[in-house]
């Protein structure tokens, strides 16, 4: 199966997608170019036959078995308790910022299994590796952004320097705000990473969904950030 895949893929290669996408994603030189809605007709494809022979070949190549394979992960009709071992081991193979949010935004498993999700997570959210973090705290605000003392305990807990885990984290924030922005006010920013407190307000005032009284309060919240932090 997985050398017609690969031939598959190479025929949906598009030089200048493959140009536009290196350039979003750095670091990364195994990608072919292949657009998403290719991808996605791919993966259904392999739901219905044999994923699991799909998932035990794949040697990722190209990036885009990796992000195939996450779509085939997320999408596979089972149990929590099978998904576990296939999510940890594409974890390790996480190396850029879209194939862990590729994969994370597949994952609706964590919309029925918030107990066990939590527990299972706090691994990731505890980790000192970039992307480790990064798919922690992206599959937090997709899938327990409601759930607010919980994601505040965890941004208290953070404390890393690498770039693409502060982005998420910061991001993590901005949707925090948003969507809880009574009680957001009254969390304690100085227990946060200072870059974080910083780039989530900002991103939180990018948003159209808040009015602008809120988002002048956030702005005097950022402020008094930055004349502490000197930032």
């Given at each position: 199966?997985?050398?017609?895949?690969?031939?598959?893929?190479?025929?949906?290669?598009?030089?200048?997608?493959?140009?536009?996408?290196?350039?979003?994603?750095?670091?990364?030189?195994?990608?072919?170019?292949?657009?998403?809605k290719e991808l996605r007709?791919?993966?259904?494809?392999?739901?219905?036959?044999?994923?699991?022979?799909?998932?035990?070949?794949?040697?990722?190549?190209?990036?885009?078995?990796?992000?195939?394979?996450?779509?085939?992960?997320?999408?596979?009709?089972?149990?929590?308790?099978?998904?576990?071992?296939?999510?940890?081991?594409?974890?390790?193979?996480?190396?850029?910022?879209?194939?862990?949010?590729?994969?994370?935004?597949?994952?609706?498993?964590?919309?029925?299994?918030?107990?066990?999700?939590?527990?299972?997570?706090?691994?990731?959210?505890?980790?000192?590796?970039?992307?480790?973090?990064?798919?922690?705290?992206?599959?937090?605000?997709?899938?327990?952004?409601?759930?607010?003392?919980?994601?505040?305990?965890?941004?208290?807990n953070y404390n890393n320097?690498?770039?693409?885990?502060?982005?998420?984290?910061?991001?993590?924030?901005?949707?925090?705000?948003?969507?809880?922005?009574?009680?957001?006010?009254?969390?304690?920013?100085s227990k946060l990473h200072?870059?974080?407190?910083?780039?989530?307000?900002?991103?939180?005032?990018?948003?159209?969904?808040?009015?602008?009284?809120?988002?002048?309060?956030?702005?005097?919240?950022?402020?008094?950030?930055?004349?502490?932090?000197?930032?």
């Open positions: 199966m997985i050398e017609k895949v690969k031939e598959e893929l190479l025929s949906f290669k598009d030089e200048k997608y493959q140009v536009f996408t290196s350039s979003l994603i750095p670091n990364v030189d195994n990608i072919l170019g292949v657009r998403l007709r791919i993966a259904k494809k392999i739901l219905k036959n044999d994923p699991f022979d799909f998932l035990a070949k794949n040697d990722d190549e190209f990036m885009e078995l990796t992000i195939i394979e996450a779509m085939v992960i997320g999408n596979l009709k089972t149990d929590f308790l099978t998904l576990k071992p296939l999510i940890e081991k594409f974890v390790l193979k996480i190396n850029n910022w879209s194939t862990c949010d590729t994969f994370c935004s597949n994952l609706k498993c964590f919309n029925k299994n918030k107990e066990q999700g939590k527990i299972f997570l706090n691994k990731y959210l505890n980790s000192n590796k970039e992307f480790e973090l990064r798919f922690g705290f992206v599959i937090l605000l997709k899938y327990f952004i409601n759930d607010f003392n919980y994601i505040v305990e965890k941004l208290k320097d690498s770039y693409y885990s502060k982005m998420a984290v910061s991001w993590c924030l901005a949707e925090l705000i948003i969507k809880n922005y009574k009680q957001s006010i009254n969390i304690d920013y200072p870059f974080v407190v910083n780039k989530g307000l900002t991103k939180a005032l990018e948003s159209y969904r808040l009015n602008e009284a809120q988002k002048e309060k956030l702005r005097q919240l950022r402020n008094l950030h930055k004349q502490k932090n000197k930032i």
